[in-house]
């Protein structure tokens, strides 16, 4: 591994995406990425009894699906990295149990899935791995009960408010040729500007995907024209606007080329999602759904992957204090 600064590296051996797929709920298939998904599952319950147990199985579903893709058996996997929003990452410790997988539980919240994606790429790429696996999830009704308040509290969202996605994705990374490769990417650091507002996460996240981004474009000595998209993993309607804003102050323009998966998963004018999607299932699902399919077909060849994360903690915001953001950027390239 290059390393080019201290949290900025490339891939002597760049790892190959071997296999991806992506589960989604009723309302996520209602939305524009709808047709992109590898499965629904319009039952929000997915046949279970709890929403908790709702989000291990999309996650469960997600891995399964993976694997299939990929024609491999569990035990071919010698790591996995996977999170989630819900305590002590449930959803994934009790969604792929059964997979008997060697396991790292990581939490980057919603940025989850850029951090696998470079954990498992550095255990590929320095040889520990010959497969490493990656996944998250979300789910709408756990988040609520986990961040804001419970469905029946029936409180009412503000504008700045996102739709908490209930999606999972899963990637398989390789050291085995394919046309998707991850070359490298950026580490993130913790970014806080003071954001107490629990219910504007664009605004908490903005500033670590500009930080992280300008970083990596400063670094590489690239541009934003270099990319076919600068994705970010669900800073919204108001978040995208913020990051323009930060980045403009520093003389780099990603307008033309910026995605933005809280954005693009929902339709905004009919489905009533406020600033856009949110949560790790989010960009895990619109990566996996949309981005990687459309570098499989060759009609992307060049991406920055960032997903953002809020940090935050429901206790330490009721204490005053507020949310800690980070944002991972993976360099994938076909």
Same mark, same amino acid.
């Given at each position: 591994?290059?390393?080019?600064?201290?949290?900025?590296?490339?891939?002597?051996?760049?790892?190959?995406?071997?296999?991806?797929?992506?589960?989604?709920?009723?309302?996520?298939?209602?939305?524009?990425?709808?047709?992109?998904?590898?499965?629904?599952?319009?039952?929000?319950?997915?046949?279970?009894?709890?929403?908790?147990?709702?989000?291990?199985?999309?996650?469960?579903?997600?891995?399964?699906?993976?694997?299939?893709?990929?024609?491999?058996?569990?035990?071919?996997?010698?790591?996995?990295?996977?999170?989630?929003?819900?305590?002590?990452?449930?959803?994934?410790?009790? *969604?792929?149990?059964?997979?008997? &997988?060697?396991? %790292? =539980? !990581?939490?980057? #919240?919603?940025?989850?899935? /850029?951090?696998?994606?470079?954990?498992?790429?550095?255990?590929?790429?320095?040889?520990?791995?010959?497969?490493?696996?990656?996944?998250?999830?979300?789910?709408?009704?756990?988040?609520?009960?986990?961040?804001?308040?419970?469905?029946?509290?029936?409180?009412?969202?503000?504008?700045?408010?996102?739709?908490?996605?209930?999606?999972?994705?899963?990637?398989?990374?390789?050291?085995?040729?394919?046309?998707?490769?991850?070359? *490298?990417?950026?580490?993130?650091? &913790?970014?806080? %500007? =003071? !954001?107490?507002? #629990?219910?504007?996460?664009? /605004?908490?996240?903005?500033?670590?995907?500009?930080?992280?981004?300008?970083?990596?474009?400063?670094?590489?000595?690239?541009?934003?024209?270099?990319?076919?998209?600068?994705?970010?993993?669900?800073?919204?309607?108001?978040?995208?606007?913020?990051?323009?804003?930060?980045?403009?102050?520093?003389?780099?323009?990603?307008?033309?080329?910026?995605?933005?998966?809280?954005?693009?998963?929902?339709?905004?004018?009919?489905?009533?999602?406020?600033?856009?999607?949110?949560?790790?299932?989010?960009?895990?699902?619109?990566?996996?759904?949309?981005?990687?399919?459309?570098?499989?077909?060759?009609?992307?060849?060049?991406?920055?992957?960032?997903?953002?994360?809020?940090?935050?903690?429901?206790?330490?915001?009721?204490?005053?204090?507020?949310?800690?953001?980070?944002?991972?950027?993976?360099?994938?390239?076909?």
């Amino acid at each position: 591994m290059e390393k080019l600064s201290g949290d900025v590296f490339r891939f002597s051996c760049p790892p190959s995406v071997k296999a991806f797929a992506s589960v989604a709920g009723k309302k996520e298939s209602e939305g524009p990425m709808g047709e992109y998904f590898d499965v629904i599952d319009e039952d929000a319950y997915l046949g279970e009894d709890t929403w908790e147990k709702a989000e291990s199985r999309l996650q469960k579903t997600a891995v399964q699906k993976a694997l299939q893709k990929a024609g491999l058996d569990a035990s071919q996997i010698d790591f996995m990295f996977a999170g989630d929003l819900i305590n002590q990452c449930t959803g994934s410790t009790y *969604g792929i149990r059964d997979f008997q &997988i060697p396991f %790292f =539980g !990581i939490y980057g #919240a919603c940025s989850t899935m /850029a951090e696998g994606l470079l954990l498992s790429a550095m255990s590929v790429n320095a040889g520990y791995a010959g497969y490493c696996l990656n996944s998250t999830s979300s789910h709408f009704s756990t988040a609520e009960r986990q961040f804001r308040f419970p469905l029946s509290y029936g409180g009412q969202r503000t504008p700045t408010s996102q739709w908490t996605c209930t999606a999972s994705g899963a990637v398989i990374l390789s050291a085995e040729k394919s046309k998707v490769r991850i070359c *490298g990417g950026a580490a993130g650091t &913790i970014t806080d %500007f =003071g !954001i107490k507002d #629990a219910n504007n996460m664009g /605004a908490a996240m903005a500033p670590a995907a500009a930080a992280t981004i300008k970083r990596y474009l400063d670094v590489t000595g690239t541009k934003p024209d270099d990319y076919d998209a600068i994705v970010t993993g669900d800073l919204g309607i108001t978040g995208s606007g913020l990051l323009y804003d930060l980045l403009m102050r520093e003389k780099t323009d990603i307008r033309n080329v910026h995605k933005d998966c809280g954005v693009m998963i929902f339709d905004g004018e009919t489905q009533d999602t406020h600033a856009g999607g949110s949560g790790c299932g989010c960009s895990a699902s619109v990566l996996c759904g949309y981005f990687l399919r459309k570098m499989e077909e060759g009609s992307m060849k060049n991406i920055l992957f960032t997903a953002t994360g809020a940090l935050m903690s429901p206790m330490l915001l009721q204490q005053g204090e507020s949310i800690p953001s980070i944002a991972h950027l993976v360099h994938i390239s076909a």
